[in-house]
């Protein structure tokens, strides 16, 4: 059974930084694409950042510059450095790791920028 599991969220003032993690067990970690989504509150779920299994990177218009997704497959984990905070950001983060054949989701961890 895939399972993703996130951790890193938290608190943090505008201006700060975090770094979000998301490791998988039970699937070929590798050969998959990684994604970072975010849902506000209201708001509809919205991709972050994806990093696919040859590199390919994609970001948000509105966090270029600010996030990066990183990846480390010898120890199956996603990472997601998030520099630059700001009150918008606040959502919670969603880890997702796919192919064709397959689309995982973890269950989210809470990020709150304060002003």
């Known amino acids: 059974q895939v399972q993703l599991v996130e951790s890193g969220g938290g608190l943090v003032q505008a201006g700060g930084s975090l770094r979000l993690s998301c490791t998988a067990s039970?699937?070929?970690?590798?050969?998959?694409?990684v994604n970072w989504y975010r849902q506000a509150p209201g708001k509809q779920r919205e991709l972050v950042a994806g990093l696919s299994s040859g590199g390919g990177l994609n970001y948000a218009d509105s966090v270029k510059g600010r996030f990066t997704i990183s990846r480390d497959n010898a120890k199956n984990t996603v990472y997601l450095q998030m520099n630059s905070l700001k009150p918008e950001d606040t959502a919670v983060y969603y880890c997702?790791?796919?192919?064709?054949?397959?689309?995982?989701w973890g269950k989210g961890t809470l990020v709150t920028v304060s002003s």
């Open positions: 039970g699937t070929f970690f590798s050969i998959m694409t």
């Open positions: 997702n790791v796919r192919n064709l054949m397959a689309n995982y």
